[in-house]
């Protein structure tokens, strides 16, 4: 798969994750098809279209904390943005049992490419 196929099938990803929920790196790379591909999720994330609007604020490493620095500004807009849609981050981290996007088989079998057309 080349590169910017990974990319496409990450941000599509991240766009499915419904509000109120958070992903890790891990996860969304396990979904988009790129087995332990954790790293080009973040890659991606750097990356990503400025007009793509991507939820980016919805993911977080395995542990549910924020990748960013807990005194950055990304840091700060993460979280504000999580407690917006209803997510706590406590003591910098959220609660990934509870919170964690959890899509359906089906969703992720049947959904339609919602970016680009196969080509």
Known sequence: MD???RLRRIWETILE???G???NYGQIAEIAGIPRGARQVGYALRHSPKD???PWHRVLTSSGKSAFDPDSRHFKTQRERL???GVPMLNG???MTRYRWEPELDELLWKP?????EE
Not at 113 to 117: L, P
């Open 52 to 54: 793509l609007a991507l």
């Open 93 to 95: 981290r959220v609660n």
């Open 21 to 23: 929920t958070v992903s």
């Open 17 to 19: 994750i419904p509000d």
């Open 113 to 117: 490419s919602t970016m680009w057309d």
């Open 3 to 5: 590169r910017e196929t």
């Open 83 to 85: 407690a917006e849609e």
